[in-house]
DNA sequence: CAAAATCCTGATTGGTCGTTCAGGATCGCA
DNA sequence: TGCGATCCTGAACGACCAATCAGGATTTTG
């Protein structure tokens, strides 16, 4: 349990991260289904026993480099968000952040795996059920601030919100899947419009040209 | 290949057809990954050996398993919709029809195993892709019916129509993976009120009571 | 009724992979 | 400097499982 908390020594640690981030990359690329324990080694160049000796069981290091991603989810979501701004603002800025967070390779593909996982392995069911929970309460608050600004107009808020939600998924699927009648360019659009209608805001508030402005980075961090 | 086709000598392709639906039931209850032959076998009371020897490998089984599927799907969307109707009984009758494929046993999870697979099968993407243009081609016919009768007020069908049905998916994940927030029993309002709101319909026209008249089966024939 | 084709099975095999193991390197610490 | 803990590795083990095989039963056909 000591850590060793020299100063020039946190090689360990660092191999460890390094591990999980391989871990990461293997499931977007192969899904839990075709991860090997192999894979994850030599992605972050190291040996498989390796990665058996940090995480005690190659399912043990899958389940944490999920968490690991729910982590990198939290930041992004609470440094991309929050300073003052309209609800109409914040409202497009969650769509934006949330369908963006799929194109970069892989990403939903690893959503996707996720609810697979979920449906047999309660670990996986749970981190699923607290992104998402997360997920709709920030929509949530961004509704109900708008709503206490009279810019949104909403009968039943708490159904607004879960079909909203739910609506991000779904789409989330067919650009996964590379669908045609779905582009990933559309996808934003298509949500922003769906929450217009949602939420009683003119559209042409929420949507303008695809890329106004670039004062700060919308696009995620990094990975996740 | 000459087929067997004397009177009382169906048995190899009935078993056959047994081992089919055993894949099905397989694959819904322990999904692509958890699918082994001998599973597949005992379920359809039969060798792992034979399972092979009349789908050439285990991943033909299951592929054909799925091709079962599309027809199943195929023949009960025809056989539950299109008797003369008007827009809206039709939408509502769509909306019914989709959303209570779930429930039973295991339905929705096939979809998500589905999903999983068109990630890195190209013929588990083609079949998505096939229903899920078919669905969408079903609901677009109803849309457009509406419009003509003008039941139905929509600035873009296109779009309506593909938000309609990835609403549909993305609520179907949260209902297969129990999500507390989205209980099955209220997945089919959601899903109406939003067809209701995309096609300009008063809501009551759509959603009456869970369940009104039982004439005939609304229920899926079977399985799929 | 025989020969041939089809259908079916239990036992075996060959390969893949998660995990263990024995030992070697490196580091913290006294 | 030396000792114990931590970190790391290649090699070997063993479980699991898809696919093969050799042969037996049953059906079709000529």
């Known amino acids: 349990m000591s850590a060793r908390s020299s100063l020039a020594a946190k090689a360990p640690e660092e191999r460890r991260r390094r591990i999980l981030a391989a871990a990461v990359e293997v499931l977007k690329e192969k899904g839990f289904a075709g991860a090997r324990i192999a894979?994850?080694?030599?992605?972050?160049?190291?040996?498989?026993?390796?990665?058996?000796?940090?995480?005690?069981t190659l399912d043990g290091?899958?389940?944490?480099?999920?968490g690991s991603v729910e982590d990198d989810f939290y930041d992004s979501f609470s440094r991309a968000l929050p300073p003052r701004a309209t609800a109409v603002q914040r409202l497009?800025?969650?769509?934006?952040?949330?369908?963006?967070?799929?194109?970069?390779?892989?990403?939903?593909?690893?959503?996707?795996?996720?609810?697979v996982r979920a449906l047999r392995d309660s670990q996986a069911r749970a981190l699923r059920r607290a992104l998402?929970?997360?997920?709709r309460q920030t929509l949530r608050d961004v509704v109900d601030t708008?709503?206490?600004?009279?810019?949104?107009?909403?009968?039943?808020?708490?159904?607004?919100?879960?079909?909203?939600?739910?609506?991000?998924?779904?789409?989330?699927?067919?650009?996964?899947?590379?669908?045609?009648?779905?582009?990933?360019?559309?996808?934003?659009?298509?949500?922003?419009?769906?929450?217009?209608?949602?939420?009683?805001?003119?559209?042409?508030?929420?949507?303008?040209?695809?890329?106004?402005?670039?004062?700060?980075?919308?696009?995620?961090?990094?990975?996740?």
Chains 1, 2 share one sequence.
């Open 39 to 56: 894979d994850v080694a030599s992605a972050a160049g190291t040996s498989a026993a390796l990665v058996v000796y940090h995480f005690k």
């Open 61 to 66: 290091a899958l389940a944490e480099a999920l």
């Open 92 to 115: 497009r800025l969650l769509g934006e952040l949330g369908c963006e967070s799929g194109p970069a390779v892989g990403n939903w593909a690893l959503w996707i795996e996720v609810w």
């Open 132 to 135: 998402d929970a997360r997920w």
């Open 146 to 224: 708008g709503l206490k600004e009279g810019s949104f107009t909403c009968a039943d808020p708490a159904a607004a919100v879960v079909r909203l939600a739910a609506l991000m998924d779904g789409l989330a699927v067919q650009v996964a899947l590379r669908d045609p009648d779905v582009p990933d360019d559309q996808m934003t659009r298509l949500w922003l419009e769906a929450a217009a209608a949602e939420l009683g805001v003119p559209p042409k508030l929420l949507i303008k040209a695809p890329r106004a402005r670039a004062t700060t980075k919308l696009t995620r961090p990094a990975r996740a």
